[in-house]
């Protein structure tokens, strides 16, 4: 089973870039995707079901901003849009697929980067998401959490660490956080479980040079639970082409949705 997760920065944006010609190529099972920054009356053609895949979207009510979507080769057996608190769903922050006991969610934490008000909605999403991650680490079934994250959770995970100490993805407060989902509610980031090097990132600024001096953040994760993380066999963040500011994050996992679902 491969799965690729990436911060689109505009579902438009990057089909114009190329993303949707890119995408056949990689064979994946499921494809999970933020910040479409459209709704579903924008969202046509190749954008709604590429190749073949059956598309599912959670936008946000604001026009051009957030939203998440899923693409999957097997149609899920359930879908969950939202999480049922309104201020989060209104942004469109949240999306699930059930596959058998397999569980597959796109996920896009707010930034705080562009004001107080917008850390303290950071701040609100950390603080109602821990319940619901304690329960979904607990219901029994393989979990995979697939998004933009918007928090770096180690020195390894920045270039320029020490000036970002004070900034909105590096604050104390969101890595202690993140920590917790590891540590307390034991779920994997499953790229770190394989790749421990330094300088791999997801996302570039799109200030000074910042995509080619590789002066990066990895804030882009599949975070799951033990077991299915532990089949996982390979990572790789794709860089050869550009379709967002964000690059695409590839996992495979040693697991086929078709024999443990059923479908």
Known sequence: MRIITLNLNGVRSAANKGFFRWLPMQQANIVCVQELKAHLIDIT??????????????????????????????????????????????????????????????????????????????????????????????CGREIILCGDWNIAHKEIDLKNWRSNQKNSGFLPEERAWLSGVFDELEFVDVFRQINVEPEQYTWWSNRGQAWAKNVGWRIDYQIATPEIAAKATEVSIYKAERFSDHSPLTIDYDYSILSESGN
Request: aromatic share 14%; with cysteine.
């Open 45 to 138: 053609g190749e954008m709604a079901s590429p190749d073949g895949y059956h598309g599912y979207f959670h936008c946000a009510e604001k026009k051009g901003y957030s939203g998440v979507g899923i693409y999957s080769r097997h149609k899920p057996d359930n879908i969950i849009e939202g999480l049922g608190i309104t201020e989060i769903d209104a942004e469109g922050r949240f999306l699930r697929a059930d596959f058998g006991p397999l569980t597959v969610i796109s996920i896009y934490f707010p930034s705080g980067s562009s004001g107080e008000h917008r850390q303290a909605a950071k701040f609100f999403f950390l603080e109602r998401f821990l319940p619901m991650l304690r329960e979904l680490a607990g």
